[in-house]
């Protein structure tokens, strides 16, 4: 695998920072998208509680209420919160026409990383999530 980074430090080929506003973009449009998942999902939580459960589902049930409301109420909108700075600092640069800023580069790989992260985890939970669901209905 070649190394995006010469040895000097500096990036061989710099991703435009038309294409980091997009990829940001994108994120941040998918952090719209969780959130309405997590509402649906707390949505359809609630209606299979209500409808009685045995005591082997309730620990199941605290765990995905407890993801559910961490997901909802605190880490998707931390991940919007760091997307919009993200995108702050990028509108800075543009004023001041900067077209390279290791730091930025280095901010976005990491901010991409942790997105896809999350997103990956997130997945697993709704295909777990789902599961549960379907095996009750």
Not at 62 to 72: C, D, E, K, L, R
Not at 81 to 88: F, G
Not at 104 to 118: K, N, R, V
């Amino acid at each position: 695998m070649i190394s995006v980074l010469a040895s000097t430090g500096k990036y061989i080929l710099e991703p435009s920072l038309m294409d980091m506003h997009h990829s940001s973009l994108e994120w941040l449009s998918a952090t719209v998208l969780w959130k309405q998942e997590v509402g649906f999902f707390q949505k359809l939580l609630d209606s299979y509680v209500s409808k009685g459960t045995v005591a082997d589902e309730k620990k199941k049930i605290s765990h995905f209420q407890n993801v559910i409301t961490y997901y909802g109420g605190e880490l998707i909108d931390t991940l919007r919160k760091k997307i919009k700075i993200h995108e702050h600092k990028l509108a800075d640069l543009l004023q001041e026409s900067k077209s390279s800023d290791k730091e930025y580069y280095e901010e976005h790989g990491e901010l991409m990383e942790e997105l896809s992260a999350f997103m990956k985890t997130f997945n697993s939970f709704k295909s777990e999530f789902f599961s549960f669901i379907d095996k009750k209905l």
